[in-house]
């Protein structure tokens, strides 16, 4: 619980980094999916724990 708490605001940096990268993607190219699909799972991860 205690990181959960001390994690939030890494968790909505993170939520707000990946819903950058995937808005992006028409206009970056084919290599932002890569960084799209990392820093979702790096959130997920961050959400789950």
């Known amino acids: 619980?205690?990181?959960a708490q001390e994690?939030?605001?890494f968790?909505?940096?993170g939520l707000a980094l990946a819903?950058?990268?995937w808005a992006l993607i028409p206009i970056l190219g084919?290599?932002?999916i890569a960084v799209?699909?990392?820093l979702t799972v790096l959130t997920a991860f961050t959400f789950y724990f």
Do not use: D, E, K, T
């Open 11 to 13: 968790m909505l940096i």
């Open 7 to 9: 994690g939030y605001p």
């Open 19 to 21: 819903a950058l990268a």
């Open 36 to 38: 799209a699909i990392l």
């Open 30 to 32: 084919v290599w932002s």
């Open 1 to 3: 619980m205690r990181f």
